[in-house]
């Protein structure tokens, strides 16, 4: 993603709308959903370090 430079004496300004009840519903469950997903990931990946699996591996030659 690119920085967007503001010609000289150009001044750019954003509007936001506020958001409606339903978009704040979807927001917040989608919110809920990943911080799930993530809660999940972060107990295995845990769970993995934890019983010595590691992804390196010790070649003897």
Request: glycine share 4%.
């Amino acid at each position: 993603m690119g920085l967007i430079r503001e010609p000289k004496n150009v001044d750019f300004t954003v509007e936001s709308k506020p958001w409606t009840e339903v978009e704040l519903r979807d927001f917040r469950k989608l919110m809920a959903e990943l911080k799930a997903k993530n809660a999940k990931r972060k107990v295995s990946q845990k769970s993995g370090a934890s019983n010595g699996l590691t992804s390196k591996k010790k070649v003897v030659l």
